[in-house]
C-alpha cells in the first residue's frame, strides 16, 4: 500500500505569541513541534504499512526547520520524506499550499492519505480536504476510526452531535480526529532514530515541481493579541441568585452558552 | 523470556557519544538494582525497570532500554551510585541513554508541555515569564547590587506553585531575621534546568543555564543561597562545565550557620514531635546532613526523631530525576513509605527542605489521609512558626 | 448586478440550525452596510417549508435546492450542488457555520471554486478597501489574524455563538428562486452507511468545548451524578483531579493535570477542586473557567473567571436548573 501523510511543523503548545517589527508572528527562538494531530496520521499510515506492507512517505511543506519534522517521522517509521520548501510560499494561503502539495504528492502513488484534522497554528483545517479535491480524490474528515479491507475503507467521522460511518474506495484522504482507532502516536525507539538518519530526505522548490510564484487568495492583513484576560470575579449572593447571575454571565458576557 | 535481539555496536557507540562514559566500567554485580526504592513499591514500573539491566542493554548496543517505564522511571536518588563498587556514574549514564532519544527531539508526551515551557517561559510550570517575581509583591525583598553579598536563587516551584511560595516567603523571613546581605534578580531568572538535564534534554539545559550564568555574571554575582536542594545541585555540579563558577549554599546551610554564631535564634517555643526527611539532592548528593538538623533542635520544645532510613541512607520522595511530573498510581508512591513511616514513629510533623519533597509528601499524605496526626512542612516554614509568637 | 451575500442556510432532518439563524441575523446588516441583498441557500428534499424561516430572519432571497441526493449531508453532493449555484449566482461572499459539517464542506467547495476561504471565524468587519475582513482565532485562541480576500467570492466559515440572532420578522417575505442541479457521480465516491446521532453521549475529554470537572470536594463517588446531571443539559464531558481519581470515584482517562489529560476548552467549571498547580497544568488555558468552591482562598479562585464561593452539593444542582432554563429558551 502507499501512504501518504502530511505532516507540519507547528509551534510548540507552550509557545509564546510574539510579533516582530512588521507586525508578524515572529518563529524566532521558538520551540517548533510535529503538529499533534499529524503524530495520530503518521500513527496510523505506519501501521497501515506494518498491515499491508507498503511505503509510507511523509510530506511537509516549509521552512529548512521542518526537516526536523520529517526526521521525527523517519523515525516513527515513515520510510521517505519530502518537503517542499521555497521562499515564494512564505505567504501561501490554503489554496497556495494546496497547489503546491498537489504537484507533490501527484507524483507519489498514494493509495491513501492521511493527515491531521487540524494544525493547531492557523487552525484553518482546509489543506488536506482541499487537496483531495485537487487530487480528484474522495475524502473523509475527522475521522474517529477506520479499516481498509481490500479496496474498501470503511470509515466513522465526527459529525456535530455523534457519527456518520462511510465507505469509500481507495484511493482517498482522511483527516485524522485525535485518537483516531484508540491509537497513541509511538515513541520511536533508538533503533528508529539511527536508521531515520539515513532515510531518504529530499527537498523540492516550487521550480523542481514545475510550478511559478503563485498569487494566494488571502491576504492577512495584521494579527493582534486578544485582551489580557480579565481578573476574574467572585458572584456574591445566595446559592440559588448566584447560580443564576453566573449562568447569565456565562451567557451574555462570556458568550459561551 | 526475552525475544533474541540484536547486538548492535553502532547503537552502544551512539549511547557512549551521548555521555554515558562510565558505562562500560559495570560489572553487573546487581547491588544498584537490589537498593534501588523501586523494590519497595509493587506495580508495573518496579517489575519493568532495573537499572543494573537498563544498563547491560546500554553496555551491549541492545534495544528495549527506551522504553517509557524503563528508560524514565529512575529517580535519580543515587543511592545506587553512592555504594556502587565499581564507581559506576550511574545518574550520567541515565541521563546519556535518555539523551539518545530526548536529543534527538522525542519527549514522553506527558513531559512536552514541560519542555515547551522551559522553552518558551524559562520555567517548568507553564507560567509566565512576567510573572517570575509575582509572589514577591508587598515583601520588600531587595534587588540584588553589586553590593550584595548573596543573591537569593529562588526555584521556579515556589515562584509559580501558591502552596511553594510559602517555603520562598519563610525562607525570605529568616534571612531578613538573620540579617543576611541578600537580593534577588528573580525576573530574570531561569529554571536552573537540573530536572530537564537529568530528562535527557541536554541543549535545552545548556539554553536555560547559559542565560543564568550570564545573568550572574553580568550582575556581578559571587555567592548563591538556593532555596531548593535541585537548584544547589545544578550550580555546584553542573554549571561549573559551562564556566559558571560561583559560592553555593543551600539555604539551611547559612542559616545553621548564622545560629551557630548567634545572629538567628527562636525564642518561640514549639512542641512538637519532629521528624527529617532527607531531601536526597541536599543529602545524598550534596552531602548536606547536619544544618537541617541543627535548626530544627534549635527550637525550643521541639522533640527530633529520626526516620529509620535517613542521611545517606534516606528514601527517596520520588520527585527526583523529572519524575516530579510523572503518574504513579497509588500505592506504588515512595512518599506513602515516608507518611507511615513518620506516622509509626509517632511523629506529629515530617519536616523536609525541598519544594520538590514537599509536593510528593504532601501529596501522599493527602492520599493516605494522614493530614489529622501528621503535618507535612518545609523546614523554613517551622522555622518560622518558632521566630514569632502565635 | 450586485449578487449579495449568501448564506449557507445549514439543515438537518428539516431543523435549520442554530448558527444559520445567527449568520442571517449578521449577513442582514453586512449586506445593508454595503447595499446588496442577502441571499440564504437551502439545500435539501422536501425542505420547501424553511423559507419561511429564512425570510423571517432577513433573507430577500432564497435558493431553494431540491434534490434526493441532497436530503442528507454528503461531501460531495453538496459540494458539487453549490458549486453549480455560486457559479451561476456569482455571490460576493458565501457563508457557513463552522460546524462538522462547514468544516468539511467548506474547503473543498471553495477548492472547487478556486477561491479562498476564512474559516472558523469570530468576527466579520465591512472595510470600503478591503470588502470583508475575518478575524480569525490562531494558535488555540492565543493570537488572531485579520484576513481578506481579492478575489469573489469570499468563502468564510463562522463559529457557532459568534452572532446574536435577531428578532424574526414573520412579516418578512422573501423572493424564492428554485434551483436544479446534477450531482456528478464522481462526487458520490464516499457513501453515508449509518448515521448516528448520540444526543446522551458525553464528548471526549480532550475535545470536548466544555468541561465540568470533580475534586476531593465531591466527597464520593455516587456524587458524580450531580456533575453529570449539569454535564447533559449543556453537552459537557466530565473531568476529574487527581485526588478524585485517587480516591477511586473516576478512572484514571479522565484525570485533567499534568499527568492526565490536558485539555483547553471553552468553558471548564471545576467543582469542588482546589487549584493545584498539577491540576491548572492541564486546564489552564481554558477560555473560561467557573469555580465552584467552599473555601474563598482557594488557588483555582485565582485563575477562575467566574467564581461562587459556597457548597457545591448546593450549588450544582441550581446551576443544572438555571442551563436548563437557558438551553430551553
Ligand atoms: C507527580 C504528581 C502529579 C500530579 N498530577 C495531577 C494531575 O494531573 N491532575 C490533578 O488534578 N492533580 C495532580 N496532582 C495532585 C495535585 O497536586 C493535587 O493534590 C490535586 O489536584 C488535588 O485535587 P483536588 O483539588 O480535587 O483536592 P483538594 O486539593 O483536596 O481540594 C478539594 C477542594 O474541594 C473543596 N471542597 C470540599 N468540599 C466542598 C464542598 N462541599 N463544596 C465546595 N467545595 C468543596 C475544598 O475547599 C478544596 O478546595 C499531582 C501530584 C503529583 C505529586
Redesign the pocket.
Known amino acids: 500500500m502507499n501512504i501518504v501523510v502530511c505532516v507540519k511543523q507547528t509551534f510548540d503548545t507552550e509557545a509564546k505569541i510574539v510579533f516582530d517589527s512588521q507586525g508578524r508572528i515572529d518563529p524566532n527562538g521558538v520551540n517548533l513541534i510535529v503538529n499533534p494531530y499529524d503524530e495520530f496520521a503518521l500513527e496510523e499510515g505506519i501501521r497501515l504499512k506494518e498491515k499491508f506492507g507498503g511505503t509510507v512517505t511523509a510530506v511537509s511543506m516549509g521552512g529548512a526547520r521542518a526537516q526536523e519534522a520529517l526526521r521525527t517521522a523517519l523515525a516513527m517509521g515513515a520510510d521517505k520524506a519530502l518537503l517542499v520548501s521555497d521562499p515564494a510560499l512564505n505567504d501561501a494561503d490554503e489554496w497556495v499550499s494546496t497547489q503546491a502539495l498537489a504537484q507533490a504528492i501527484s507524483k507519489i502513488p498514494h493509495d491513501i492519505i492521511l493527515a491531521g484534522r487540524v494544525a493547531i497554528d492557523d487552525g484553518s483545517s482546509q489543506v488536506c480536504v482541499r487537496l483531495a479535491e485537487e487530487l480528484h480524490l474522495p475524502s473523509v474528515s475527522t475521522v474517529l476510526k477506520f479499516s481498509v479491507e481490500g479496496n474498501k475503507v470503511t470509515a466513522v467521522r465526527e459529525i456535530d452531535g455523534g457519527t456518520e460511518t462511510l465507505e469509500v474506495e481507495l484511493p482517498v484522504v482522511l483527516t485524522a480526529q485525535k485518537g483516531i482507532n484508540g491509537n497513541e502516536p509511538r515513541y520511536p525507539s533508538v533503533a528508529g532514530i539511527m536508521k531515520a538518519k539515513k532515510k531518504e530526505l529530499k527537498t523540492m522548490t516550487l521550480a523542481d515541481l514545475g510550478l511559478s510564484a503563485l498569487e494566494p487568495k488571502m491576504k492577512i492583513s495584521k494579527y493582534d493579541l486578544p485582551a489580557p484576560r480579565q481578573a476574574g470575579k467572585k458572584i456574591p449572593g445566595e446559592p440559588a441568585a448566584a447560580a443564576q447571575e453566573l449562568v447569565r454571565l456565562l451567557h451574555e458576557e462570556a458568550k459561551v452558552l | 523470556m526475552d525475544e533474541i535481539k540484536n547486538v548492535s555496536l553502532e547503537m552502544k557507540d551512539y549511547i557512549a557519544s551521548s555521555g554515558a562514559e562510565t558505562l562500560s566500567w559495570c560489572m553487573q554485580c546487581g547491588l544498584c538494582t537490589n537498593l534501588c526504592p523501586w523494590r519497595l513499591v509493587p506495580g508495573e514500573v518496579s517489575e519493568n525497570f532495573n537499572i543494573r539491566k537498563m544498563q547491560r542493554l546500554g553496555q551491549l548496543g541492545l534495544e528495549g532500554f527506551e522504553e517509557e517505564n524503563i528508560l524514565f522511571a529512575c529517580v535519580t536518588c543515587g543511592m545506587c551510585q553512592i555504594n556502587c563498587p565499581r564507581n559506576v556514574e550511574i545518574i550520567d549514564n541515565v541521563r546519556s541513554m535518555r539523551n539518545t532519544t530526548v536529543g534527538a527531539g522525542f519527549l514522553p508526551a506527558h513531559l512536552r508541555p514541560i519542555a515547551g515551557s522551559l522553552h518558551a517561559n524559562g520555567n517548568p510550570w507553564s507560567g509566565e515569564r512576567e510573572k517570575r517575581a509575582a509572589w514577591q509583591n508587598g515583601l520588600d525583598i531587595p534587588a540584588f547590587t553589586e553590593d550584595t553579598e548573596y543573591l537569593l536563587f529562588v526555584c521556579c516551584t515556589s515562584c509559580y506553585d501558591t502552596r511553594s511560595q510559602k517555603i520562598a516567603k519563610s525562607i525570605v523571613r529568616l534571612l531578613k531575621a538573620a540579617g543576611v546581605n541578600f537580593g534577588v534578580l528573580t525576573a530574570e531568572e531561569n529554571c536552573c534546568g537540573e530536572s530537564i538535564r537529568k530528562l535527557g534534554d541536554e541543549e535545552l539545559f545548556q539554553k536555560l543555564a547559559q542565560g543564568n550564568i550570564d545573568l550572574f555574571k553580568r550582575n556581578g554575582v559571587k555567592k548563591i543561597i538556593t532555596t531548593s536542594p535541585h537548584c544547589l545541585y545544578a550550580f555546584k555540579k553542573d554549571y561549573p562545565e559551562l564556566g559558571g563558577e560561583f559560592e553555593v549554599m543551600h539555604y539551611s546551610e547559612v542559616l545553621a550557620q548564622l545560629v551557630k554564631e548567634g545572629k538567628l535564634a527562636f525564642p518561640e517555643e514549639l512542641v512538637r514531635k519532629v521528624t527529617f526527611h532527607d531531601p536526597c539532592y541536599l543529602g545524598r548528593h550534596n552531602q548536606v546532613f547536619d544544618p537541617p538538623r541543627e535548626l530544627i533542635q534549635a527550637i525550643p520544645g521541639v522533640e527530633f526523631v529520626e526516620l529509620d532510613r535517613s542521611r545517606n541512607k534516606s528514601l527517596c520522595c520520588a520527585g527526583g530525576g523529572g519524575r516530579?511530573?510523572?503518574?504513579v498510581p497509588m500505592g506504588e508512591r515512595f512518599g506513602e513509605l515516608r507518611i507511615t513511616g513518620a506516622v509509626e514513629k509517632q511523629a506529629d510533623t515530617l519536616v523536609t527542605a525541598c519544594p520538590y519533597c514537599i509536593?510528593?509528601l504532601d501529596?501522599a499524605c493527602?492520599g493516605l489521609e494522614k493530614g489529622d496526626v501528621l503535618q507535612v512542612m518545609e523546614m523554613s516554614e517551622l522555622l518560622c512558626k518558632a521566630l514569632d509568637p502565635k | 448586478m450586485p449578487k449579495g451575500i449568501w448564506i449557507f442556510v445549514e439543515q438537518r432532518d428539516g431543523q435549520i440550525r442554530k448558527s444559520s439563524f445567527e449568520l442571517l441575523s449578521e449577513g442582514r446588516k453586512l449586506a445593508d452596510q454595503i447595499g446588496e441583498p442577502l441571499v440564504g441557500v437551502i439545500l435539501g428534499q422536501g425542505v420547501e417549508t424553511l423559507v419561511k424561516a429564512v425570510a423571517a430572519q432577513g433573507a430577500d432571497k432564497v435558493i431553494l435546492v431540491e434534490n434526493e441526493q441532497l436530503k442528507n449531508y454528503s461531501t460531495g453532493a453538496y459540494t458539487s450542488a453549490l458549486n453549480q449555484v455560486i457559479r451561476k449566482g456569482e455571490p460576493q461572499a458565501f457563508l457557513m457555520g463552522n460546524s462538522a459539517t462547514g468544516r468539511d464542506l467548506a474547503p473543498r467547495l471553495a477548492q472547487r471554486l478556486g477561491v479562498g476561504l476564512a474559516s472558523d471565524c469570530t468576527g466579520i468587519e465591512h472595510d470600503p478597501e478591503k470588502f470583508l475582513v475575518f478575524k480569525r482565532p490562531i494558535y488555540a485562541g492565543k493570537a488572531f489574524a485579520y484576513t481578506g480576500s481579492t478575489a469573489r467570492p469570499v468563502l468564510a466559515t463562522i463559529r457557532p455563538n459568534t452572532f446574536a440572532i435577531a428578532a424574526a420578522d414573520e412579516s418578512r417575505q422573501a423572493e424564492v428562486e428554485k434551483e436544479t442541479v446534477s450531482v456528478d457521480p464522481a462526487d458520490l465516491r464516499a457513501i453515508i452507511k449509518e448515521v448516528a446521532l448520540a444526543t446522551s453521549k458525553r464528548p471526549e475529554l480532550v475535545e470536548a468545548d466544555i468541561i465540568v470537572s470533580g475534586?476531593?470536594?465531591m466527597?464520593g463517588p455516587e456524587n458524580f451524578t450531580i456533575l453529570e446531571q449539569l454535564a447533559d443539559v449543556i453537552g459537557a464531558a466530565v473531568g476529574a483531579?487527581?485526588?478524585?481519581v485517587d480516591s477511586g470515584w473516576r478512572e484514571q482517562k479522565f484525570?485533567?493535570?499534568?499527568?492526565?489529560k490536558t485539555v483547553s476548552p471553552t468553558l471548564y467549571i471545576a467543582?469542588?477542586?482546589?487549584?493545584?498547580?498539577?491540576?491548572l497544568?492541564?486546564m489552564g488555558s481554558s477560555k473560561f473557567i467557573v469555580a465552584?468552591?467552599?473555601?474563598p482562598e482557594?488557588n483555582?479562585f485565582n485563575v477562575a473567571s467566574y467564581g461562587i464561593v459556597?457548597?457545591?452539593?448546593e450549588v450544582v444542582p441550581l446551576l443544572t436548573e438555571e442551563f436548563k432554563k437557558l438551553v430551553s429558551a
Open positions: 516530579i511530573w510523572a503518574e509536593i510528593m501529596d493527602a | 475534586g476531593r470536594g466527597k483531579s487527581r485526588a478524585a484525570q485533567v493535570g499534568q499527568t492526565g467543582c469542588g477542586i482546589s487549584g493545584a498547580i498539577q491540576h497544568a492541564g465552584i468552591n467552599k473555601d482557594a483555582i459556597g457548597d457545591l452539593f
